[in-house]
């Protein structure tokens, strides 16, 4: 095999000097790039690699079947003698299993046979083998095609004894074959496609030779030629003429050159015509050289009056200018003053940013004032209730104690007494756990509202804990509070900031959304878009008007003034919705339409 790709690249050198050489000679006096050479080698390349490819591949597919095929043979061969090798081994007769060794070994496809015991001792080993214990072979194997391996591969299979009904294992066989024997067999295989390889790249090389020299070559040539021989003053016979090439690129060529020579003698003609103009446009020249200088002279009188002018006009721009100079100075007085007052301007503002900053402040303390104050009666309730109830169990233990010291307590005594304390404690289980919760609820309300931490809440169970803060606020009235929020919205956010949020809906509508007699309701809706919390607050009241709605989120606009009303809440609202959460606040309104807001809050939402 490898003296077949030696001839082939011989043969391919052979054609592709011969190539080069007639192409050399008929660029070689003109010194310039052989286009034709460098084309012809890029695509005999690309047949070359591709040609070699195929021709490869079509060896190892021819070599893999062959040894595929000795393969099988192999197995064949195994079944063949498997009977009698096998009682022989069940016989430990040695000189037979060597006298089947010898006769397996003289088969052309055979280079080596290997035979062991059931222990794994070799009996016999003939021609070229490998170590059949380096295989890795399990006791349960009993047949393996064995990978080629330093030129050997071969077919491994156990030896099975049936002796009454059973089956044993006695031994087992190894057949080799060669790389040598798989060759030797594909030999004339490989001669063909090496020969059609061969034959294929010289008709294609002569086939590409001759048809880029006639087809390129030799029309090059002739052009060349033909365009040498172009004179300046013959055009007419300075054109190309192709006959042999038409409807061809070289066509192409020689029509655009004739052009240019067509071009040619347009410009020339057109060079004469302007040399005639040209003499008649100096002829003129002159004449109005003279009428020129009759002018200049005529203009030069004048010149000198305009120079006297220009200096009476010099005098007053210089008096213009000290006038403009006293302006000046006059005006970059007026702009210090300018300065001094904006710095003044510019304190003013930052001191009545700093006293908003403090309102806001104040009306944030006192809407948990007003918590403080709701949620205290509440808590006091229960407490009350729970201290009455420890009181009356108390003197029931009293009395209790009385008896029994005097003994005179009595089993409907004790009945009755322990049932009173049952119910005692349980109304003070009750209403102190009532207690607890509220206390709870406000404290995590309080907390988040004087907090700027960012925390992970649920929102259900968060907004809960808000509005069982406003409870006192709420239950003075009989309004109703609507809440629509799933129960897995899970997020990690300003919690003080949505608190107040909430709360300054909440109270504003509270305070100026509803008649003292009218039986309001809120609703609020949370829902997740996106990365985004939206929030849909809505409440029944009296609206407002365009115009207020304008109005709305100006600080100190209030429209209970006369009622408490501080115009800081949708202030507050709209700072925390901006600010600390860069999201967005809009409002929906008309008189005796009630009042919405539509919130979206971008927040890190935690998916369980």
Same mark, same amino acid.
């Not at 006297?308 to 721009?317: A, I, Q, S, V, Y």
């Given at each position: 095999?490898?003296?077949?790709?030696?001839?082939?690249?011989?043969?391919?050198?052979?054609?592709?000097?011969?190539?080069?050489?007639?192409?050399?000679?008929?660029?070689?006096?003109?010194?310039?790039?052989?286009?034709?050479?460098?084309?012809?080698?890029?695509?005999?390349?690309?047949?070359?690699?591709?040609?070699?490819?195929?021709?490869?591949?079509?060896?190892?597919?021819?070599?893999?079947?062959?040894?595929?095929?000795?393969?099988?043979?192999?197995?064949?061969?195994?079944?063949?003698?498997?009977?009698?090798?096998?009682?022989?081994?069940?016989?430990?007769?040695?000189?037979?299993?060597?006298?089947?060794?010898?006769?397996?070994?003289?088969?052309?496809?055979?280079?080596?046979?290997?035979?062991?015991?059931?222990?794994?001792?070799?009996?016999?080993?003939?021609?070229?083998?490998?170590?059949?214990?380096?295989?890795?072979?399990?006791?349960?194997?009993?047949?393996?095609?064995?990978?080629?391996?330093?030129?050997?591969?071969?077919?491994?299979?156990?030896?099975?004894?049936?002796?009454?009904?059973?089956?044993?294992?006695?031994?087992?066989?190894?057949?080799?074959?060669?790389?040598?024997?798989?060759?030797?067999?594909?030999?004339?295989?490989?001669?063909?496609?090496?020969?059609?390889?061969?034959?294929?790249?010289?008709?294609?090389?002569?086939?590409?030779?001759?048809?880029?020299?006639?087809?390129?070559?030799?029309?090059?040539?002739?052009?060349?030629?033909?365009?040498?021989?172009?004179?300046?003053?013959?055009?007419?016979?300075?054109?190309?003429?192709?006959?042999?090439?038409?409807?061809?690129?070289?066509?192409?060529?020689?029509?655009?050159?004739?052009?240019?020579?067509?071009n040619l003698e347009d410009y020339q003609e057109d060079l004469e015509r302007t040399q005639q103009q040209l003499v008649h446009a100096n002829r003129k020249l002159d004449e109005q050289n003279a009428v020129l200088e009759q002018e200049v002279a005529r203009k030069t009188s004048s010149l000198s009056q305009v120079l006297t002018d220009l200096e009476r006009r010099k005098g007053e721009l210089e008096r213009r200018q000290t006038k403009l100079e006293q302006e000046i100075r006059q005006r970059k007085i007026v702009e210090d003053d300018l300065r001094e007052t904006n710095s003044q301007l510019q304190s003013s503002v930052t001191a009545f940013e700093r006293v908003q900053d403090q309102l806001l402040e104040?009306?944030?303390?006192?809407?948990?004032?007003?918590?403080?104050?709701?949620?205290?009666?509440?808590?006091?309730?229960?407490?009350?209730?729970? #201290?009455?109830? &420890?009181?009356? %169990?108390?003197?029931? +233990?009293?009395?209790? =104690?009385?008896? @029994?010291?005097?003994?005179?307590? *009595?089993?409907?005594?004790?009945?009755?007494?322990?049932?009173?304390?049952?119910?005692?404690?349980?109304?003070?289980?009750?209403?102190?756990?009532?207690?607890?919760?509220?206390?709870?609820?406000?404290?995590?309300?309080?907390?988040?509202?004087?907090?700027?931490?960012?925390?992970? #809440?649920?929102? &259900?169970?968060? %907004?809960?804990?808000? +509005?069982?803060?406003? =409870?006192?606020? @709420?239950?003075?009235?009989?309004? *109703?509070?609507?809440?629509?929020?799933?129960?897995?919205?899970?997020?990690?956010?300003?919690?003080?900031?949505?608190?107040?949020?909430?709360?300054?809906?909440?109270?504003?509508?509270?305070?100026?959304?509803?008649?003292?007699?009218?039986?309001?309701?809120?609703?609020?809706?949370?829902?997740?878009?996106?990365?985004?919390?939206?929030?849909?607050?809505?409440?029944?009241?009296?609206? @407002?008007?365009?115009?207020?709605?304008?109005?709305?989120?100006?600080?100190?606009?209030?429209?209970?003034?006369?009622?408490?009303?501080?115009?800081?809440?949708?202030?507050?609202?709209?700072?925390?919705?901006?600010?600390?959460?860069?999201?967005?606040?809009?409002?929906?309104?008309?008189?005796?339409?009630?009042?919405?807001?539509?919130?979206?809050?971008?927040?890190?939402?935690?998916?369980?």
């Amino acid at each position: 095999m490898n003296l077949a790709f030696l001839w082939l690249t011989v043969a391919i050198q052979l054609d592709w000097d011969k190539l080069t050489a007639s192409y050399q000679i008929g660029y070689s006096m003109s010194g310039t790039t052989n286009i034709s050479k460098s084309l012809l080698t890029n695509v005999l390349s690309v047949y070359f690699v591709l040609t070699l490819t195929v021709t490869c591949v079509q060896v190892m597919g021819e070599y893999f079947d062959t040894k595929n095929q000795l393969v099988q043979e192999l197995q064949n061969q195994q079944s063949t003698f498997s009977n009698s090798l096998a009682r022989s081994l069940w016989e430990y007769n040695n000189p037979q299993i060597e006298a089947i060794a010898e006769g397996l070994i003289n088969i052309p496809a055979i280079a080596g046979i290997a035979i062991r015991d059931e222990t794994g001792d070799t009996i016999v080993k003939l021609g070229l083998t490998d170590n059949v214990n380096s295989l890795n072979l399990h006791a349960d194997v009993e047949d393996r095609i064995i990978a080629e391996r330093n030129g050997l591969f071969g077919y491994y299979s156990a030896i099975i004894f049936e002796f009454a009904g059973d089956s044993i294992r006695v031994g087992d066989v190894t057949l080799f074959s060669t790389r040598d024997i798989a060759l030797d067999r594909i030999k004339f295989s490989l001669y063909f496609i090496f020969g059609n390889a061969i034959i294929k790249s010289t008709f294609l090389i002569v086939l590409f030779t001759l048809a880029f020299h006639r087809m390129l070559n030799r029309p090059m040539n002739l052009l060349t030629q033909q365009i040498r021989n172009f004179r300046l003053d013959d055009l007419e016979h300075s054109r190309i003429n192709l006959k042999s090439n038409r409807h061809t690129e070289f066509n192409m060529v020689e029509q655009a050159y004739n052009q240019l020579l067509d071009n040619l003698e347009d410009y020339q003609e057109d060079l004469e015509r302007t040399q005639q103009q040209l003499v008649h446009a100096n002829r003129k020249l002159d004449e109005q050289n003279a009428v020129l200088e009759q002018e200049v002279a005529r203009k030069t009188s004048s010149l000198s009056q305009v120079l006297t002018d220009l200096e009476r006009r010099k005098g007053e721009l210089e008096r213009r200018q000290t006038k403009l100079e006293q302006e000046i100075r006059q005006r970059k007085i007026v702009e210090d003053d300018l300065r001094e007052t904006n710095s003044q301007l510019q304190s003013s503002v930052t001191a009545f940013e700093r006293v908003q900053d403090q309102l806001l402040e104040a009306e944030k303390l006192a809407s948990l004032g007003r918590l403080v104050g709701g949620i205290t009666h509440d808590v006091n309730t229960p407490l009350g209730i729970g #201290i009455t109830a &420890a009181s009356l %169990v108390k003197d029931k +233990l009293d009395n209790m =104690q009385q008896a @029994l010291e005097n003994k005179e307590l *009595t089993e409907s005594q004790l009945r009755t007494l322990l049932g009173a304390s049952l119910e005692s404690a349980q109304l003070l289980e009750n209403n102190l756990g009532r207690a607890s919760e509220l206390l709870d609820s406000f404290k995590q309300v309080a907390v988040d509202q004087t907090s700027t931490a960012v925390r992970e #809440i649920n929102l &259900a169970n968060y %907004v809960s804990h808000v +509005l069982l803060a406003l =409870q006192p606020r @709420l239950k003075s009235t009989s309004h *109703t509070v609507n809440i629509d929020c799933p129960p897995d919205l899970n997020a990690r956010c300003h919690a003080g900031a949505l608190a107040q949020i909430i709360t300054n809906l909440v109270l504003n509508s509270l305070i100026h959304a509803f008649a003292e007699d009218q039986q309001g309701e809120i609703t609020l809706a949370f829902s997740r878009h996106g990365d985004r919390l939206v929030i849909d607050y809505r409440d029944n009241g009296k609206g @407002l008007t365009e115009e207020q709605q304008q109005h709305l989120f100006e600080p100190f606009f209030t429209t209970r003034r006369d009622y408490g009303g501080s115009g800081l809440g949708t202030h507050i609202i709209r700072n925390l919705v901006e600010q600390t959460f860069n999201g967005t606040v809009s409002v929906q309104s008309a008189p005796g339409e009630g009042l919405a807001y539509h919130i979206k809050l971008p927040i890190q939402f935690i998916d369980s």
